[in-house]
């Protein structure tokens, strides 16, 4: 488990230096990154963000590359405004930090951005992605939500939802062999539990020797070693959402 005066180790990683092709619009009460392909399309992803918000030019990074395999993507503001986590902040209050921004309490924002994108987008197959905090968001919406075809958790903290395993929808989920805040156990342990109780389609995947974050904080060009593994699991991302959108 995480040591507990660090009890998430989302570090910053390597932050992208990267500006984003899409554009920033307003939802409602929410702000987003929305970014579309030159072809029209019906399909859609919302991409959910991780502690560090929407504006991280990593998660937009992952939305665009979402756009160029033919998806809308959006990126919400799932904070609602509240300030997202900072690498300098003192862990020793994030836990009263992650108090007033619960992972499963985002249906209403959900719901917002389901019309946006079916009304403004013309999308009628929407799938969810997300990352860490996202990834604990798209366990909550598979097993709550009936408006969305499929999902990615990519190492989403499983324990918020270890009671619960009947999904609705196909879902994905993206492990890291050396993850400290989600420990092997707890995967063996949902696996065990979607054997069980899931009727839809799943699978759980543990990449070798990668850490949390590895998906969208690790750069390829100054990870050498770690190239295949993200190369694979963003490949194994596009195919799900491919299959089952």
């Known amino acids: ?8 180790p989302c570090d910053i ?35 959910i ?15 665009d590359m979402l756009t160029t395999n033919g998806y809308i993507a959006i990126c919400p503001d799932f904070f ?16 009263d930090w992650l108090k007033t921004r619960e992972a499963s309490k985002i249906d209403k924002e959900v719901a917002v951005v389901l019309k946006y994108l079916r ?19 798209v366990q909550h919406l598979m097993l709550k939500n009936p408006h969305m075809k499929t999902g990615v958790s990519l190492y989403g903290v499983i324990r918020y939802f270890e009671s619960r395993s009947n ?24 696996e065990q539990k979607l054997k069980q109780n899931c009727k839809v389609d799943y699978e759980v995947k543990i990449y070798p020797g990668q850490t949390h ?6 750069r390829e060009d100054i990870n050498p070693q770690d190239k295949p593994f993200i190369e694979e699991a963003r490949k194994d991302m596009i195919n799900w959402l491919n299959k089952y959108l």
């Open 213 to 218: 974050g590895f998906v969208h904080r690790k």
């Open 167 to 190: 999904l609705l929808h196909p879902t994905f989920f993206i492990f890291a062999e050396k993850d400290d805040h989600v420990p092997l156990e707890e995967v063996t342990l949902l």
């Open 80 to 95: 609602v405004g509240q300030e997202a986590w900072k690498p300098s902040n003192d862990w020793a209050i994030f836990k």
């Open 13 to 47: 990683g390597d932050r992208f230096d990267y500006g984003g092709r899409g554009q920033e619009v307003q939802v409602e009460h929410i702000k987003a990154y929305v970014c579309k392909p030159p072809a029209s399309t019906e399909k859609a992803v919302i991409v």
């Open 49 to 63: 963000h991780d502690i560090f918000g929407w504006e991280l030019p990593n998660t937009r990074y992952i939305a």
């Open 119 to 137: 009304e403004q987008c013309g999308a009628k197959e929407i799938g969810v992605i997300g990352f860490c905090w996202g990834g604990a968001a």
């Open 1 to 8: 488990m995480a040591n507990e005066s660090r009890p998430c």
